[in-house]
């Protein structure tokens, strides 16, 4: 198999079988594995599989316990959704994707909602250790009237404002991102230090050199690492290679997605559409079909026995 379009990868996955089987190497190396208590003995059932261990003796499918269990719809139709998803660019509506496949939009939308699940970085990406990274705050959505800088606002989704609409107050994001590399974001209530500092040093290695903008919480920077700014104020952009022109460009193509495509993202939602978002950026060299396969692998979204026994040992 080698699909680099729609076309290709629904011709590789006309019958459902070829999909499950196909799932089954990505999800077990071939080898079924019970969901319900990680028992490596199974049956094979006529539907699926059953599970040995006495104590447990449940039946299960490779999709029991993953982004596609209970759903009605064909994992030909899923696969193809991934790909729709996960190779637009700035990422695709449920109303898009439900004429494309022919969905109604309300299953369109739980689709793409399963499919951002998956694509939550289940390990903190590393950023800085081979490059320079730039840090940066943004605001996204909020009424239009309400963007005055520094203007208090309310936390509160759904309260109305003057003339009748629903009052969606602005979401803080950061980014750090690596030059030439790649990025982590996260939806903060506040640009503050807690908030800041806690996802860089999550992300970033001691050391490490930081570019961002002359905002004071940044300036705590130089404890840990090798920190520079850039002073926007004195409109100044670009100085001996200290910039956050990176994480600027990176912004854009993030808004001009979320308006343009989605429209309003509500606080709820904000933090999945950054999975989204960031995850189509970090893997902006693959080809669709490794980027596929790479997403597919995290397609568990729910912890299963084998990796939650994995965790607890490695801690
Ligand atoms: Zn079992």
Not at 248 to 263: A, D, I, P, Q, T
Request: contains cysteine; charged residues 25%; glycine residues 6%.
């Amino acid at each position: 198999m080698n699909f680099k379009s729609l076309p290709q990868l629904l011709d590789y996955f006309k019958e459902e079988k070829t999909c499950i089987e196909y799932y089954e190497q990505i999800r077990w190396d071939g080898k079924p594995v019970c969901p319900h208590c990680g028992c490596e003995r199974t049956y094979k059932t006529t539907r699926g599989y059953k599970c040995a261990n006495n104590e447990c003796y449940k039946k299960f499918t490779v999709t029991v316990g993953t982004i596609f269990h209970g759903s009605k719809i064909s994992l030909r139709i899923w696969f193809a959704a991934i790909y729709l998803a996960t190779t637009h660019k700035k990422g695709i509506s449920s109303v898009q994707l439900a004429l494309d496949l022919g969905i109604t939009q309300k299953t369109a939308w739980f689709v793409l909602h399963r499919i951002r699940e998956m694509l939550k970085d289940k390990a903190p990406q590393m950023l800085g250790e081979n490059n320079m990274v730039e840090v940066d705050e943004t605001y996204i959505g909020g009424n239009n009237k309400n963007r005055h800088y520094g203007k208090k606002r309310s936390q509160v989704d759904n309260t109305l404002t003057n003339s009748g609409e629903v009052y969606q107050p602005k979401k803080m994001v950061v980014g750090i991102i690596e030059r030439n590399g790649k990025v982590a974001l996260k939806h903060v209530p506040s640009a503050d230090l807690n908030n800041i500092g806690a996802l860089i040093s999550k992300h970033v290695p001691k050391g490490s050199t930081i570019y961002s903008d002359e905002a004071p919480v940044y300036s705590h920077l130089k404890k840990y690492y090798t920190h520079d700014n850039v002073k926007h104020s004195l409109n100044v952009y670009v100085e001996n290679g200290v910039h956050t022109n990176t994480i600027e460009n990176f912004w854009s193509v993030l808004k001009r997605g979320l308006y343009g495509v989605y429209h309003q993202v509500s606080a709820k939602h904000l933090e999945r559409y950054l999975d989204e978002y960031s995850a189509r950026f970090n893997t902006r060299d693959l080809s669709s079909q490794e980027r596929f396969e790479k997403f597919l692998i995290d397609s568990e979204s729910v912890l299963s026995y084998k990796r939650l026994t994995n965790i607890n040992k490695a801690s």
